[in-house]
């Protein structure tokens, strides 16, 4: 897909030839399901090559994905339910877009639907390749094999599969599996087939296998998908209650060529098992309106703006007759009715959803102490049901709090442990705890401090701490005796569930290390041991955040795997709040001698790939999520804790395993104590 800077000049084109609609069956069109259907949405604009071998950004990606998802949505045209339209903007590796797929086409009974848009290219062997933010010219392996991508879709266990390119070349998938079904009678051909459509895939491509496809307006959606989104979300005036595949397609080539751009591109579609009489979408041009009834006589008719505001304040009273307005009463209802309540729960990434968030601890007490300043979650090894947290301000304590289920929470907190020197006296003043690991047996928990900084053991049931304060690498230190900001040090612990790493973060760079580019350059640091016993450090490694975020977290998969917390707080914008996937593979590197890791190569640093981003998670209705401050998606917030539990046993995410996140509202009453239950897929 090409996309200038400034758009194309208009140029003369051919006027538009009269669509040639063939004449409809009286019985409407079989439709896909969309309570059983899935829609993976791809998109990739932020490429990031450099001038000379880079590909150009594609702002237009952004509002097809967004367009496209709006029309899914709309109960009155795409009527799919919140959690089944997926978006998967910029996937940073071609295995993230097979995941994806798969696991939509696992989930996808009735029709699995997949779109990508972004540059296409065309590889030595002629076939078509589709690209990634760091894909290059000249260099396809960093490019998405189309192959792939097909053995990805044949996995699905879904009735039928639709495919949509919005890429240069994109035809080529259509010519390299065959002629395509661009001829006006192939929508009576295929409704005199409407039997087969049990199984088959159904192609819509951008243009021709040897076309570029356009995107004259960076502020816009491109060319081919704005016509599709157009004729979504108009509709067919002179159509059915449904519009098939077959009739978008010649709607979009109709809406296509009345288009003046720089160069002929026109859409190609090719059928398999006559699909193309498949029902897609409800026909927006066909939503239902309020019917007027004959006014009775004598009675004098009033304006519509009377009628309207008549109607709303006798809703509103709870009067339902004797109205007088002249309205068909089914009609109006329908019309002024609200939309059907959305609750907070679905598909966040293609493996990541919500499955439920709860407020209930939020300014809550037990025994007159209150539950706020939750930083850090471990749960009990021994009771999945029950979760510590460690409270970051004075004097220092851990609530055990029952959750319910990941499916429904159910928080209850229970008295809170204070913790103590091994002698029962105070900690001191300014204990920050920061993060909690329970050891196996659940009888004693690691604690770090952000304040010293300091790592300690405490029993659980006394809170006294057993045993010396953990050693720490020496630029783990504040100023002057090592590198670390104040305030900024130890913000994570996890793990391994054998008992023989446990991993170290700190929430900001080293003074010596700084970021790149505003990619923070963190250490974590692994150390060796027995639970119950003595830790040793070990290995150091680098890991890169993603641009101006903060490393508040790290939870353990097993020894060699981490899932990271990367977060950040502006003003006026509100919360970041990402997890990352983090490998830490047999070739990654120990930095503990390195002096600094600023200009370091990146594959000095630990591997990782994004999990979720909560922001993408959806917040339901409007007001099913309480909101304090000023947030792109209310269900933001200061995350600092997370836990990784058991894997689901039911459900539709089954073998998921269950991830609790917590706010840290900072004692503050601006700010919400919130948990969040995930299932995420690892």
Known sequence: MTEPVV???????????????????AAAPQRLDPSRSVCLLIGVDAYSGSAHDGLEKLNSVKHNLAGLRKVF??????????????????????????????????RAEDTLIVYYAGHGLLGTDQRLYLTLPKSRLGRPAGWVDTRHLRGAIEKSSAR??????????????????????????SAELALSTLTQLDAGTYALTSTAHNRLSHAPDPDKCSAFTGALVDVLGKGDTGGGEVLTLG???????????????????????????????????????????????????????????????????????????????????PPAWDRLHPPAHREARGDCSS?????????????????????????????????????YAIADNEPGRIFPIDIGTPEALRLRAQRATTLRKEDGSELGRWFD???????????????????????????LGSGLQKGPDFPLPKGFRVWPDGGAMVGRTIESLALTPSGKYLYVGLESPLAQDGDDRGKNLM???????????????????AYRTDEGLGLVELVAVDDKRLLALERQYSAGLGSAIRVKDVVVGPKAMDVTRKKSLYDTPADESLTSSLLFDLADCPAGSPGEVAL???????????????????????GPYRGRRSLLMVVDDNGNAQQITRFYSLAVQL
């Open 160 to 185: 039928r599969v639709v495919l949509i390119l919005d890429c240069c070349f994109s035809g080529k998938w259509i010519r390299d599996e065959g002629e395509s079904y661009s001829a006006p009678d």
């Open 7 to 25: 758009p194309a000049a208009p140029t003369p084109g051919s006027a538009p030839t009269p669509d040639s609609t063939p004449a409809r069956t």
């Open 433 to 459: 705890g920061e993060a909690i690991a329970v050891e196996k047996g659940g009888r004693t928990a690691l604690v770090a401090s952000e304040t010293g900084p300091a790592i300690r053991r405490f029993d």
């Open 247 to 329: 009739e978008v397609f010649r709607l979009v080539r109709k809406k296509m060529s009345t288009l003046k751009l720089t160069e002929p591109q026109e859409a190609r579609a090719q059928d398999e098992n006559g699909l193309s009489g498949l029902g897609f979408v409800r026909n927006a041009a066909k939503r239902p309106v309020p019917e007027h009834t004959p006014t009775p006589a004598g009675v004098p008719a009033l304006p519509p703006g009377r009628i309207r505001r008549r109607l709303l304040m006798a809703l509103a009273s709870g009067l339902a007759v004797g109205l007088g307005i002249g309205l068909a009463a």
């Open 73 to 106: 949505l709309d109960q009155d045209i795409g009527g799919f339910p919140e959690g089944r339209v997926i978006t998967l903007p910029n996937p940073a590796e071609a295995p993230e877009i097979m995941d994806a797929v798969e696991e939509a086409g696992a």
């Open 351 to 387: 493996r990541a959803a919500l499955l439920d968030h709860s407020d209930a601890l939020d300014k809550q007490e037990v025994d007159n102490e209150g539950v706020e300043g939750l930083s850090g979650l471990a749960f009990d090894p021994d009771g999945r049901r029950t979760v």
């Open 523 to 541: 250490r974590i640091q692994r150390y060796t041991g027995t639970p119950g016993g003595s830790y040793t450090l070990d290995n150091q490694y």
């Open 628 to 650: 304090k401050g000023t947030q792109a998606n209310p269900l933001l917030g200061n995350v600092e804790g997370m836990a990784l539990g058991d894997a689901l046993s039911d």
